[in-house]
């Protein structure tokens, strides 16, 4: 923070002149380039000749936005700049931020409980809100292994699988409840957390991720092949909806509709499976501020920072691994669970390494380890991917320059800094940006 | 503990380990009595950081026997060498970066199970020992200067309450002021607290003067034994360590 207001306005006179300088020039290009694209309409006349007429107007507005936009994308780039460059953010500007990012996380909060009162009649948005928490939770369980731990786990679905196909052969064959079946998908995705996790102990980096991707493909192959048990690439169907501890949300007598005396509506099973999944996102976050704050949250950290490091001060590197393949492979098959309850029908063409990169990109875009920015970076991916679904052949496009940008302005993520879980006298965070990567 | 004065605190006989095989350490032999610092001197290669390493289990020994407070320790497990307050600061620092000057030292604390109460005493003593990581606590530890980091690599290390401090080329890459403070901190250390240091260092001449015995290594075995100051006289250490790397 002191470096950013050490020299706030020291350099601004020559940097205005100089942004204005670029715009220009810029302006001056696109004249060139425009006055024949633009300006200039040429069509073949009824007799085949040759007829034209000027769009000045048009040309004068497209001269002018790229004036402008060079002015904003060149301020922009001042303020958020590169890594290494000192800022020139006002100080309003400044407070206003720091105040936004004290009450963002509150109003987020706020604002998602109230999502099912304000949308109630939209069935739509009511669908990819609960789709945007699943991935929030999603990201959060992966944000145990990858941003605190760490390591990168390139086959995260497989836990995501395994919890749902937990839940929908537990409760298909064996009648059991969703409540029932909830822990015992969480308990079984750990198991195999904890079966890669052996094969896996000593590699790093590169090499872990090749064997966890493999390890999701190996998972989906054997749900493919293994007819008998998962219906192969049938799927399994006719999965248990869930219900309010044992009463069941449909338009029979026993229904909680009935029994609360209120007329039925198909909605209230969305705006359960919402509150549900809202609650099971925010056990996951629980769960992990707190696992932070004890040993075990900062022996991750400290290998993600420096393995010989951690072994020199005795931590159990084998344990501490496992540990957190373990609990990131549970809250993957929490969320498993749900989405199989949700759905109630699922195909291995569910748990594609697409979905494994997806939440992958959602816990590296949001800043590693940052719990605030894991939830806005699924929230960008998924929300903004419907955004854009009208443009369809183009969103691809979108993303990705919006991935690769956002790399180039934020290359810790959106929620860069971490917070220190340790306290002695005084709080006070330091910029991620004045720590480079690696070794300082 | 009168009666302990007697039986070195950390004893290594005939040890031998190696990577792969590349022996390493062919047969060592040392002694560290309770209240004492030895130096480990020898060129690049000859094995002493191995033999730190070793002694905390990693490479483990292929023959020989380490002894800790007359008990075995040559196939315990890494981290429950630490429990046994041996604590180690590795080379090259390796504290965490991006976490605070609190949080790396907190890990050291973390290794063994104190009290809050002890967690504090021992946070009184790495800051009245290195003034300077109390002004940056909050501060993350990449952000440290180097001499800072080995500061509190050090500190990291004394947080577990040690009763063996096993340093690392403490001085590598500081400037010669820097690495004065260090040793410095080191003799105070042991002054006052009557700790016991095994230091590994490739700069001889600071090594043998902080301590009071000093061992000699080459290609993995001992070769000389002696004081701090006798080391210093002989001319074989001389030529080897002291002067020719002056002149060099």
């Given at each position: 923070m002191s470096a950013t207001s050490a020299r706030p306005h020291a350099s601004q006179p020559s940097d205005s002149a100089f942004i204005l300088k670029k715009a220009l020039i810029s302006a001056a290009v696109a004249l060139v380039l425009f006055s024949l694209m633009i300006g200039i309409r040429t069509e073949a006349g009824p007799e085949g000749n040759l007829i034209y007429w000027t769009r000045f107007g048009d040309l004068a507005a497209i001269v002018a936005t790229v004036f402008g936009g060079s002015i904003i994308v060149e301020l922009l780039r001042q303020w958020?700049?590169?890594?290494d460059k000192e800022r020139i953010v006002p100080k309003p500007v400044q407070s206003a931020m720091s105040f936004a990012g004290r009450w963002l996380a509150p109003a987020l909060l706020g604002f998602t409980v109230l999502v099912p009162v304000i949308f109630y009649d939209q069935r739509y948005i009511l669908d990819l809100s609960i789709l945007v928490l699943t991935y929030v939770m999603l990201g959060w369980g992966l944000n145990v292994v990858v941003g605190l731990a760490g390591l990168l786990d390139l086959g995260y679905v497989a836990f995501y699988a395994v919890g749902a196909y937990s839940y929908a052969l537990l409760a298909t064959n064996f009648d059991l409840s969703f409540w029932v079946c909830l822990p015992l998908a969480g308990i079984l995705a750990a198991l195999w957390g904890v079966m890669l996790g052996f094969p896996v102990l000593r590699l790093r980096g590169d090499y872990l991720a090749i064997v966890t991707l493999a390890f999701g493909e190996i998972i989906r192959l054997v749900i493919i092949n293994w007819q008998s048990l998962t219906g192969g690439p049938n799927g399994v169907s006719g999965i248990p909806r869930p219900t309010v501890f044992g009463i069941p949300?449909?338009?029979?007598?026993?229904g909680l509709a009935a029994k609360l005396g209120i007329e039925f509506s198909p909605t209230h099973r969305l705006v359960f499976l919402f509150y549900l999944i809202l609650a099971m996102a925010l056990i996951t976050n629980w769960v992990t501020i707190r696992l932070r704050r004890l040993p075990i949250g900062r022996a991750w950290e400290a290998l993600r920072e420096d393995e010989v490091a951690c072994r020199a001060l005795g931590i159990n590197t084998t344990t501490t691994k496992l540990t957190a393949f373990a609990t990131g492979a549970m809250f993957g098959g929490f969320a498993g669970a749900f989405f199989a309850t949700r759905q109630g029908f699922i195909s291995p063409e569910s748990f594609t390494f697409q979905e494994s990169a997806l939440v992958l990109a959602i816990v590296v875009l949001g800043g590693m380890g940052s719990q605030l920015g894991v939830a806005l970076a699924a929230l960008a991916m998924i929300g903004g991917f419907e955004l854009f679904r009208g443009f369809d052949q183009y969103r691809m496009l979108v993303f990705g320059i919006a991935m690769v940008l956002l790399m180039i302005w934020r290359p810790r993520g959106l929620i860069g800094h971490r917070a220190p879980t340790v306290f002695l006298e005084r709080n006070q965070a330091i910029s991620s940006d004045l720590v480079k990567e690696g070794h300082g | 503990m009168t009666a302990a004065a007697a039986t070195p605190l950390l004893a290594v006989r005939g040890l031998r380990a190696a990577y792969g095989k590349i022996e390493a350490l062919k047969g060592v032999d040392i002694e560290i009595n309770p209240g004492e610092i030895v130096a480990l001197i020898g060129a690049n290669g000859a094995g002493k950081s191995t033999l730190m390493m070793s002694i905390f289990g990693k490479p483990r020994a292929r023959a020989g026997r380490i002894e800790f407070d007359g008990h075995d320790i040559t196939g315990v497990p890494t981290h429950e060498i630490a429990r046994l307050r041996i604590a180690q600061s590795p080379e090259g620092r390796?504290?965490?970066?991006?976490?605070?000057v609190a949080e790396n030292l907190q890990m050291g604390a973390d290794a063994t199970e104190c009290s809050e109460d002890e967690r504090e005493v021992g946070l009184e003593r790495v800051f009245a020992l290195f003034p300077r990581l109390k002004e940056r606590i909050a501060q993350r530890g990449g952000t440290l200067s180097g001499g800072e980091q080995q500061m509190l690599a050090i500190g990291r290390a004394l947080m577990s309450r040690p009763r063996l401090l096993m340093l690392d080329e403490p001085s590598l890459g500081l400037a010669p002021l820097i690495a004065r403070q260090i040793f410095d901190a080191i003799r105070t250390l042991n002054r006052q607290d009557g700790l016991t240091v095994l230091i590994v260092e490739q700069n001889a001449n600071h090594a043998l003067k902080l301590a009071h015995r000093g061992y000699v290594m080459v290609n993995g075995l001992i070769t000389l034994a002696g004081t701090g100051a006798e080391l210093l006289q002989r001319p074989e250490i001389r030529a080897a360590y002291l002067e020719g790397g002056r002149r060099g």
């Open positions: 958020w700049g590169p890594v949300l449909d338009n029979s007598d026993d | 390796r504290i965490f970066p991006r976490m605070s």
